[in-house]
């Protein structure tokens, strides 16, 4: 007999956890106290007991093992084709497949096959590993929450003599990869036996690097490729640009010839957004900026010199260090200097010298850092020597808005790709400095100290949760912030765009006032000038005449000036004296 039971419930049912409920109370057992049981008691009597003030406490130290994570990649070959077939001819490989699929044995075995995997999928139905019982409540948009930032992890240069995490790139795709270039920022100060490798972490596995990258010259930069995830530019400490392809291992899979290459450290690389996928450009500090194609790098395909006079002479050119490209306007791009200036740039001007359009001037010291709003692409931001600005391009004498200048020197800064209102600086002190000019203009919204050492490097993941700092000890930190800074606020948009107007709309007023002040102060200087030429036509004997005069005039002027204050003096003495006696007449009067 077969005995048969349907489960009315799905087996991912069973064993679920308590569901408590209130409900009234039930009396199951009433026990009535016995007063026979008093007489098997014994009365003690004194009775001291010790106590203590506090509490007792325990130590208890345990060190868990470490566990060191490894990816590892297998090659798969296409084979089991007959000999007659060849596995690249597509239309061979189709017609082999419609005929085997027509065979029975074929049918067979995959009716054999499915019963397997139905066994193993039914196994993994069963229990439903994924279930969540407690969904994370939805952000909500104006949160109280203070700002906050919690280390996720920390990533150590693992070489012995320890280099500056000088530059982070986050995968394009999955962002659980961070690339970290490492090299030595000291002119000719680099230490010996330092190695010239970069890393490519896995941020869930901070004991072990994913990929070492291996660079014929330190690396300044490395650049994921937005297109192609698997390669990576770099630029590196002896002027040289090299890509690489993970799946290809870390040697690179080509460099850039020395004869056309930069002829000091490549501190920037943006990859450009064209069919391909294989253009970018690099700035230096040479003052040149180079356009390559990574399929053929012997020589760039464009050149341009930050000459700002617009002569192209290289020897008066800015030295680039920072560099900004927005992919919707692919024409326009800018550079930051070694000498504080910034310079907008136009690469499809009709002759070289338009190519330069305008410079800004605002920083004492090199700009480090350089980038447009992605909300508003007016307006970027520059960091450099002690302050942060914000400028429009509407307004080219001055930034718009500017942090007060800081005890230490600012070292990087990015916006925040979720919030138009909020960006970060990075400074020699250590500190991660997070800005809220809504909430808060005068001082950053949230100050962050990562480590004791100088940070050079910050990068913000795209959805503005996570964010790298590489420091000057080699440790690259990942952070990771509280909900209410990268969550879009209630009416922030619009209350970031009346701000950025009201600050351009006063600055465009401010220049009018200084330029008629300008002209104003030009026309008192014509003015003096016609009169020097109006004394210069004088003869010498009246001008000799006109000096004497004035002198003797000065000096009657200052002969009666001191008579009078004599004859004061004298006046207050001889009222001094006369009070004394009368006062002392009147006290032996009284006497």
């Given at each position: 007999m077969e005995i048969v039971y349907i489960?009315?419930?799905?087996?991912?049912?069973?064993?679920?956890?308590?569901?408590?409920?209130?409900?009234?109370?039930?009396?199951?057992?009433?026990?009535?106290?016995?007063?026979?049981q008093a007489l098997n008691f014994i009365e003690r009597n004194p009775c001291d007991t010790a106590s203590q003030c506090s509490q007792d406490m325990s130590e208890h130290e345990v060190n868990t093992e470490r566990f060191e994570m490894e990816s590892r990649g297998i090659n798969h070959v296409e084979g089991g084709w007959p000999k007659d077939i060849n596995p690249h001819e597509v239309e061979q490989t189709i017609r082999y497949r419609k005929k085997v699929e027509k065979e029975e044995n074929y049918v067979n075995t995959i009716v054999q096959l499915g019963s397997v995997m139905?066994?193993?999928?039914?196994?993994?139905?069963?229990?439903?590993?994924?279930?969540?019982?407690?969904?994370?409540?939805?952000?909500?948009?104006?949160?109280?929450?203070?700002?906050?930032?919690?280390?996720?992890?920390?990533f150590r240069d693992p070489h012995e003599i320890k280099r500056t995490a000088t530059h982070l790139s986050w995968h394009p795709d999955r962002s659980k990869k961070l690339a970290v270039a490492y090299s030595s920022l000291e002119f000719q100060?680099?230490?010996?036996?330092?190695?010239?490798?970069?890393?490519?972490?896995?941020?869930?596995?901070?004991?072990?690097?994913?990929?070492?990258?291996?660079?014929?010259?330190?690396?300044?930069?490395?650049?994921?490729?937005?297109?192609?995830?698997?390669?990576?530019?770099?630029?590196?400490?002896?002027?040289?640009?090299?890509?690489?392809?993970?799946?290809?291992?870390?040697?690179?899979?080509?460099?850039?010839?020395?004869?056309?290459?930069?002829?000091?450290?490549?501190?920037?690389?943006?990859?450009?957004?064209?069919?391909?996928?294989?253009?970018?450009?690099?700035?230096?500090?040479?003052?040149?900026?180079?356009?390559?194609?990574?399929?053929k790098m012997s020589e760039p395909t464009e050149t341009l010199i930050l000459d700002i006079s617009k002569k192209g002479d290289l020897s008066n050119a800015l030295g680039g260090i920072s560099l900004e490209f927005e992919p919707t306007m692919p024409t326009k791009f800018m550079v930051g200097t070694e000498q504080g200036i910034l310079i907008s740039c136009n690469r499809k001007a009709k002759t070289t010298a338009d190519k330069i359009?305008?410079?800004?001037?605002?920083?004492?010291?090199?700009?480090?850092?350089?980038?447009?709003?992605?909300?508003?692409?007016?307006?970027?931001?520059?960091?450099?020597?002690?302050?942060?600005?914000?400028w429009s391009e509407d307004s080219?004498?001055?930034?718009?808005?500017?942090?007060?200048?800081?005890?230490?020197?600012?070292?990087?800064?990015?916006?925040?790709?979720?919030?138009?209102?909020?960006?970060?600086?990075?400074?020699?002190?250590?500190?991660?400095?997070?800005?809220?000019?809504?909430?808060?203009?005068?001082?950053?919204?949230?100050?962050?100290?990562?480590?004791?050492?100088?940070?050079y490097s910050i990068r913000i993941q795209d959805n503005g949760r996570f964010m790298g700092c590489g420091a000057k000890n080699g440790t690259a930190t990942l952070l990771e912030f509280s909900s209410g800074l990268y969550t879009l606020q209630r009416n922030e948009k619009n209350l970031a765009t009346s701000m950025f107007e009201r600050e351009t709309k006063r600055e465009k007023i401010l220049e009018s006032r200084h330029r008629e002040m300008r002209?104003?102060?030009?026309?008192?200087?014509?003015?003096?000038?016609?009169?020097?030429?109006?004394?210069?036509?004088?003869?010498?004997?009246?001008?000799?005449?006109?000096?004497?005069?004035?002198?003797?005039?000065?000096?009657?002027?200052?002969?009666?000036?001191?008579?009078q204050e004599i004859a004061n003096k004298k006046e207050m003495e001889q009222k001094g004296k006369k009070d004394y006696f009368d006062e002392k007449e009147e006290d032996e009067l009284k006497d």
């Amino acid at each position: 007999m077969e005995i048969v039971y349907i489960y009315t419930r799905k087996r991912s049912e069973f064993g679920r956890q308590c569901n408590f409920s209130d409900r009234p109370a039930e009396l199951h057992v009433d026990i009535l106290p016995d007063p026979a049981q008093a007489l098997n008691f014994i009365e003690r009597n004194p009775c001291d007991t010790a106590s203590q003030c506090s509490q007792d406490m325990s130590e208890h130290e345990v060190n868990t093992e470490r566990f060191e994570m490894e990816s590892r990649g297998i090659n798969h070959v296409e084979g089991g084709w007959p000999k007659d077939i060849n596995p690249h001819e597509v239309e061979q490989t189709i017609r082999y497949r419609k005929k085997v699929e027509k065979e029975e044995n074929y049918v067979n075995t995959i009716v054999q096959l499915g019963s397997v995997m139905e066994h193993c999928i039914k196994q993994n139905n069963a229990i439903n590993i994924y279930e969540e019982y407690f969904d994370e409540d939805t952000a909500v948009e104006g949160t109280d929450e203070a700002p906050s930032a919690k280390t996720i992890n920390i990533f150590r240069d693992p070489h012995e003599i320890k280099r500056t995490a000088t530059h982070l790139s986050w995968h394009p795709d999955r962002s659980k990869k961070l690339a970290v270039a490492y090299s030595s920022l000291e002119f000719q100060r680099a230490p010996k036996n330092m190695s010239y490798d970069s890393y490519i972490w896995d941020i869930e596995n901070p004991n072990k690097p994913e990929l070492a990258v291996k660079p014929a010259s330190p690396l300044i930069c490395l650049e994921y490729n937005p297109k192609d995830s698997h390669v990576l530019a770099g630029g590196c400490y002896n002027g040289q640009l090299t890509y690489w392809d993970t799946r290809k291992g870390g040697q690179p899979v080509e460099l850039s010839s020395i004869e056309h290459s930069h002829r000091d450290p490549v501190y920037k690389v943006i990859w450009l957004q064209s069919k391909t996928g294989t253009d970018c450009f690099s700035v230096s500090t040479d003052g040149q900026v180079l356009w390559w194609d990574i399929r053929k790098m012997s020589e760039p395909t464009e050149t341009l010199i930050l000459d700002i006079s617009k002569k192209g002479d290289l020897s008066n050119a800015l030295g680039g260090i920072s560099l900004e490209f927005e992919p919707t306007m692919p024409t326009k791009f800018m550079v930051g200097t070694e000498q504080g200036i910034l310079i907008s740039c136009n690469r499809k001007a009709k002759t070289t010298a338009d190519k330069i359009v305008c410079t800004y001037g605002g920083h004492h010291g090199p700009i480090y850092a350089l980038q447009r709003n992605p909300f508003f692409l007016k307006n970027f931001i520059s960091v450099g020597d002690w302050t942060a600005r914000i400028w429009s391009e509407d307004s080219r004498d001055s930034s718009v808005m500017w942090t007060k200048y800081q005890m230490a020197y600012m070292t990087d800064g990015c916006w925040s790709p979720t919030r138009p209102t909020v960006f970060f600086t990075s400074k020699m002190d250590g500190t991660l400095d997070v800005w809220d000019f809504v909430f808060k203009q005068n001082d950053p919204a949230l100050n962050l100290k990562v480590c004791d050492d100088p940070l050079y490097s910050i990068r913000i993941q795209d959805n503005g949760r996570f964010m790298g700092c590489g420091a000057k000890n080699g440790t690259a930190t990942l952070l990771e912030f509280s909900s209410g800074l990268y969550t879009l606020q209630r009416n922030e948009k619009n209350l970031a765009t009346s701000m950025f107007e009201r600050e351009t709309k006063r600055e465009k007023i401010l220049e009018s006032r200084h330029r008629e002040m300008r002209l104003k102060e030009r026309g008192k200087s014509e003015q003096g000038r016609e009169s020097d030429t109006r004394e210069k036509s004088l003869n010498e004997g009246e001008l000799i005449v006109m000096a004497e005069n004035d002198f003797f005039e000065t000096l009657e002027a200052e002969m009666s000036k001191r008579e009078q204050e004599i004859a004061n003096k004298k006046e207050m003495e001889q009222k001094g004296k006369k009070d004394y006696f009368d006062e002392k007449e009147e006290d032996e009067l009284k006497d």
